[in-house]
């Protein structure tokens, strides 16, 4: 919480934690279906390996954001200092 931040109460702090799992389980739940059926969306046409490579990055992020690990901020601090130097 940051300074100044007011807490939230109990049932808005559920709440806002019900979202984020629904934002972030729905779309891994949707890529999991579409690598078992690709038929269930038929109008997307999308390669079976870019799908997996998706379905991986999501789930990189929700467990990085999760568990406040920092990783994703590392390799764009890497990225950044690498972009800098060229």
Known sequence: ML???VPLSGW??????????????????LMIAYLRNPAI?????????VATYLLAGWA??????FFKL???????????????LS
């Open 70 to 84: 920092g990783i994703v901020a590392d390799v764009l601090r890497v990225a950044k200092g690498v972009k800098d």
């Open 41 to 49: 969306l038929a109008g997307v046409q999308l390669d079976a390996g």
């Open 12 to 29: 808005k702090t559920g709440l806002a934690q019900a979202l984020k799992l629904v934002g972030y389980a729905l779309p891994l739940a």
């Open 3 to 5: 300074a100044g931040e």
């Open 60 to 65: 990189l992020l929700g467990v990085d954001s």
